[in-house]
């Protein structure tokens, strides 16, 4: 949990002193209030652990920043390290450069004479189409990150968002859009890119609205940080035309901020008082806690537990941060059938199956037949077998079918 807050309020902090930089110092200090109540109920980087992601978030603003600054260093060091973090930001941030660059290309080659250009279009054009195979082929190489499942963000209406702690914002985000793109202090580059890798990034963390439905929690981030970034710049660009005098657009400010950190604080109440409880059943309780203990204590360390995870994804995705061990989805050995359990076995990694006991419903296969599945740990909380892998394969190498290994 301490790596967790600390990506967190580095993230935060890192988005304000990116506002600072160019918006100024009320855009940056809204931007971090947005930021650090988006946390619990809108991001859901604490509820299902999923540390690298948000790590990642943090190269991707040092990416923007050095690439404000114009240090090619920096961008190439921000771009390995967002990499090695999270492969899945690394490529969304770089479909979003495949994108402006030819934008960028083009508005230059407009001041030239452009027969003498023609085939520098061409080369920009034929790069830009290589540069997408080349993500195409990133996507099939690393199929668990595009899998082809509907997998939606917590919002699934645009209603629901403006209900949420950031909703005040989102219809200011338009409004900081088009005021950012004619910043001429700002680099054109910069600015085409951030204004498409805000455009990208909503469009892809919303694609269940255009019937998609891919991925839509993975990219949802990255639409929260252009909204927050652009949100930010609207609503101040917004108060500063509407009330001239200084003391009440403060006031107004003030309140906005104020209304939405209290709903921010009662979300995440939600979510952290009443664990097991509607959106919180991805939260982890202290005995789960201590199961996840035993496990790194006794377990070998090359062991791959399956886990039903009917608690949400919460519980799969804490497993290996807690226990360094392996882990799977074991909903598909959830079988009363021990026939079906030990062909299964043939083709799967796991070694140990858990079950949370007060939340699921056990398969009656590894009660029935202990001299197969042997219960190495057992309390009011949680049961774990060993899964007899070994068996199951050997047997299948003999031409034995393994389910004649099973007593019922």
């Given at each position: 949990m301490i790596w967790m807050a600390l990506g967190h309020l580095l993230t935060g902090l890192l988005l304000g002193y990116l506002l600072r930089k160019f918006a100024g110092l009320i855009p940056a200090f809204i931007g971090m209030v947005f930021w650090s109540i988006s946390v619990v109920g809108v991001l859901s980087f604490v509820q299902i652990g999923f540390m690298p992601q948000l790590w990642s978030m943090i190269f991707l603003l040092l990416f923007f920043e050095k690439l404000h600054a114009k240090s090619k260093i920096g961008v190439g060091l921000s771009l390995i390290a967002m990499w090695f973090a999270h492969p899945g930001t690394f490529i969304v941030c770089a479909l979003a450069l495949v994108i402006t660059l030819p934008q960028y290309i083009f508005s230059k080659l407009d001041r030239v004479n452009e027969t003498a250009c023609t085939w520098k279009r061409v080369t920009v054009s034929v790069a830009s189409a290589l540069l997408l195979i080349l993500l195409f082929i990133a996507f099939k190489r690393w199929p668990s990150y595009i899998a082809l499942e509907t997998e939606f963000n917590v919002f699934r209406t645009i209603s629901e968002i403006l209900k949420s702690q950031i909703g005040i914002i989102v219809p200011f985000t338009p409004i900081g859009l088009i005021i950012f793109s004619r910043l001429n202090s700002i680099s054109k580059f910069f600015r085409l890119y951030l204004v498409t890798f805000g455009a990208l990034s909503i469009v892809l963390g919303f694609n269940s609205l255009l019937g998609i439905g891919i991925l839509e929690s993975r990219f949802f981030p990255f639409a929260i940080?252009?909204?927050?970034?652009?949100?930010?710049i609207g609503i101040w660009k917004v108060?500063?035309?509407?009330?001239?005098?200084?003391?009440?657009?403060?006031?107004?400010?003030?309140?906005?901020?104020?209304v939405a950190i209290f709903q921010g604080w009662h979300t995440a109440g939600a979510y952290f008082a009443n664990p097991g409880i509607d959106k919180t059943y991805q939260q982890l309780q202290p005995n789960q806690v201590e199961v996840f203990g035993w496990i790194k204590q006794n377990l070998p360390s090359n062991a791959v537990i399956a886990q039903n995870d009917s608690l949400g994804d919460g519980v799969i995705r804490w497993l290996p941060v807690l226990t360094d061990r392996g882990t799977t989805n074991g909903g598909y050995l959830n079988k009363n059938s021990c026939a079906d359990v030990m062909n299964l076995l043939t083709q799967s990694s796991a070694t140990y199956m858990l079950y949370f006991k007060k939340f699921e419903t056990m398969s009656t296969a590894y009660e029935t037949n202990p001299l197969l599945f042997k219960k190495v740990y057992d309390t009011e909380e949680a049961v774990i077998y060993e899964l007899p892998v070994k068996?199951?394969?050997?047997?299948?190498?003999?031409?034995?079918?393994?389910?004649?290994?099973?007593?019922?």
């Open positions: 940080i252009s909204i927050i970034i652009f949100g930010s108060l500063q035309t509407a009330f001239a005098f200084g003391p009440l657009r403060y006031l107004v400010l003030t309140v906005i901020l104020a068996q199951a394969q050997n047997a299948e190498q003999i031409k034995i079918k393994p389910a004649t290994l099973c007593a019922n």
